[in-house]
Structure formats: C-alpha cells, structure tokens
C-alpha cells in the first residue's frame, strides 16, 4: 500500500450529538432537560483509497454520525477535521467548500432526486454548483461512464421515474461526483435496493474508490456486507462504537459481545433452525437513548456481564491482531474471556 492510499482525509475525535427532546409543561416547571444521546464519543478516520463500514442495528446513531461528518448537523461536542485541520461550518459558503470534498449518498434515490427534474438537470445542477461546468456536455457524459449509466446519451434526459431503482441510486452517486470529492459518506446505499442489484452497486463503489482514490464511509446494519466490501469495520451500539478493526478481522473474530451478538442475527442458510441467541440475554431490545444504561450501553443483553460493566464505561482495549480492538471489560488485563 502506497502512502497516498493511506492519507488520510477526514477524522472525527469525540464526535457527540444530544437531541434535546420537546419539553412538556412538567419538565418546564421541574427544569428536566432530556435528550436523545443520539451519538457520544465516536472516533473515526477516513483514509483515501479505503473503506470504512460502520455497522449497527436501526438507531444505533450511524446515520447521525453521517451526517455531523457532512456538517448537515452541528455537533453537541468533539472535533472534525480535514486533512488534520479543525473545520465546523454553518451553512453558506463555506459549506459549500466543503460539500466539494465531503459528499454524502443516501439511502433512498427516489426521495433524494426531485421527480421533475431530468437526469441531465441534476448533474449539470452539481457540476455548477461546484465550478465544474466548463466542458458541461463532456462533464455530464463523463459522470454517466464514471458510474457505468452507457451510452451517456440514453439517461440524460430520462426523468427518476423512467430509471431503475439501481440507476437511480447511480444518478445519485453521479451527482456526489459531480463535486469531484475526497471523501463520499454512503448511508445504507443499498438497502433499499432489490438484493440482486446491491452488488453491481457496492462493486461500483468499490471500482471508484480504486480509481479514484476515495475515502468511503459506508453505512450499514448488514455485517456481512461490510466484510465484502469494507477494508475496515467499525461497530456501533446504541450511540458508541464498541470494536473496530480490519473487516476480515472483525467478522471473522468478533471481540465485543454485541458483534457476535449481529453476525449470529445475520441470515445464514448453513444456521437454519438454530433459534438460540446465546448472546443476547435480554431479548434483543436496544435501550432507550434518553435515559441510556450506565457502563457499556449493552450491558443490560450480555450474557457476559460482570458488575463491572454496569458502572464503568469500557475504554478501547486492544486485541492481539493489530489495529483490531473492543470496548469490553472481557479484554482488560486479566479478566476471565
Ligand atoms: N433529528 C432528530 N431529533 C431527535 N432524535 C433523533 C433525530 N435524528 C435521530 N434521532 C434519534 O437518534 C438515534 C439515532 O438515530 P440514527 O438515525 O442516527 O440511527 P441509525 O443507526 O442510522 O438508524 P437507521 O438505520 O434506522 O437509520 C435514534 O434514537 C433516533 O430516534
């Protein structure tokens, strides 16, 4: 691996987003400020020519994380830097710099590009909006080859609803490129894709990021995508990343509880009938977010907790295959596995 492949772009410290919740008359007269503890303490960094899947089930704050990162909301707290220099933006200009960097792919085509409006008007729209209009007919045809739409002739001036749904979602990706970005966030790019289409989609993703050299946050609560696609895996669980590591790594070794916890969940035709979760002792419910469990958030569903964990926040410890690591107690020094 080259350097330039392992620059890195964009790197988030102690990322965090409390939603504050509508107050009732009752909180206003007992001054009850409550929040939804959406995303606390996350770190991450993205790298040029890799990617990196963050994985968890619905409400685990991966789309929350995406979207600080975008700057499309601001944080609670922590730091967002690119090419290591802090950055927060609000909207307007500066904003606009840096969505030519940092764009981001949603998990629904058809919502995110507007019915009325052609193929050739959302990408000439992109193309100007980042100062790229020059040369716009060749522009245009050269976004439609980036993401395999050929000839360019025959999608321009299609409309979303003349498209597949697996087109659309390449529109959309032709649409972030339009900006020529460093870093692209994909949030669930496929889910909502018929399964036979998802993988020529993550094959384009993953052609780009060679071709390009792009840094690729990819999104998703399927596990065993992530070990496909991803060059690295970062798990969440109810608003914290609790393991991280090489993909091969994380999926095939899974440290943390909650990981084997989602790869036993993930369909397996081989483990057909096996009904026992031994890794979920409470039943598979997330806990609630506004008033989030003290110590490791999934310490009320391990099988494996000690008292300890009920009270203590787990730091990140380190595990014997290098750069893989789980915030667990299992893995201090000492403590029985
Ligand atoms: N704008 C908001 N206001 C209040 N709460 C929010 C807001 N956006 C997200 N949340 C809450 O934050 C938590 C994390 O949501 P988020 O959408 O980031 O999770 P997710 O892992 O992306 O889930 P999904 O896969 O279902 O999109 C959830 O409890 C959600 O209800």
């Known amino acids: 691996m080259t350097v330039t492949e392992t620059e890195v772009v964009l790197e ?12 009732g008359l009752r909180d206003l007269l007992t001054r009850d400020h409550k929040a939804v503890h959406a995303v606390d303490d996350v770190r991450l960094t993205l790298r040029r020519g890799r990617v990196t899947a963050l994985v968890g089930e619905s409400g685990s704050g991966k789309s929350t994380v995406a979207r600080l990162l975008a700057q499309l909301y601001g944080r609670t707290s922590g730091e967002i830097r690119l090419h290591g220099e802090p950055i927060t933006v609000h909207g307007g200009r ?3 710099a840096y969505a030519r960097r940092v764009q981001m792919i949603f998990q629904d085509p058809f919502a995110s590009l507007n ?16 100062g790229r209009a020059g040369d716009l007919e060749e522009n245009l045809r050269d976004l439609l080859n980036q993401v395999q739409l050929t000839p360019p002739e025959r999608y321009l001036d299609k409309f979303p609803h003349e498209l597949s749904g697996g087109q659309r979602q390449r529109v959309s990706i032709a649409r972030a490129l339009g900006a020529d970005p460093e870093a692209l966030l994909a949030d669930e790019p496929v889910s909502m894709l018929d399964v036979s289409i998802r993988l020529g989609v993550l094959n384009l993703l993953r052609d780009l ?21 991803a060059d690295e895996t970062l798990v969440m669980y109810a608003g914290r990343m609790v393991e991280g590591g090489d993909s091969e790594t994380v999926t095939q070794h899974p440290a943390h509880p909650y990981t084997r916890l989602l790869i036993e969940s993930a369909p ?3 483990r057909l009938g096996e009904l ?18 003290s110590g490791c958030r999934f310490n009320p569903r391990c099988v ?16 014997p295959t290098a750069g893989h690591w789980a915030a667990c107690w299992l893995y201090e020094e000492g403590a029985a596995k």
């Open 276 to 293: 026992s979760k031994p890794e979920d002792q409470a039943g598979g419910e997330p806990p609630s977010l506004i008033a989030p469990p």
């Open 209 to 229: 990021k060679e071709r390009l050299n792009l840094a690729i946050l990819y999104i998703t609560h399927d596990i065993a995508s992530a070990r496909y696609f």
């Open 304 to 319: 494996h907790a000690m008292p300890k964990c009920s009270t203590d926040l787990p730091p990140r410890f380190e595990l």
């Open 94 to 96: 500066k904003f606009r």
């Open 115 to 130: 019915p009325t409006h052609t193929v050739r008007y959302h990408l000439t729209r992109s193309l100007r909006i980042h």
């Open 12 to 23: 988030a410290e102690g990322l965090t987003k409390h939603f504050p919740v509508r107050r």
């Open 268 to 270: 397996d035709p081989d």
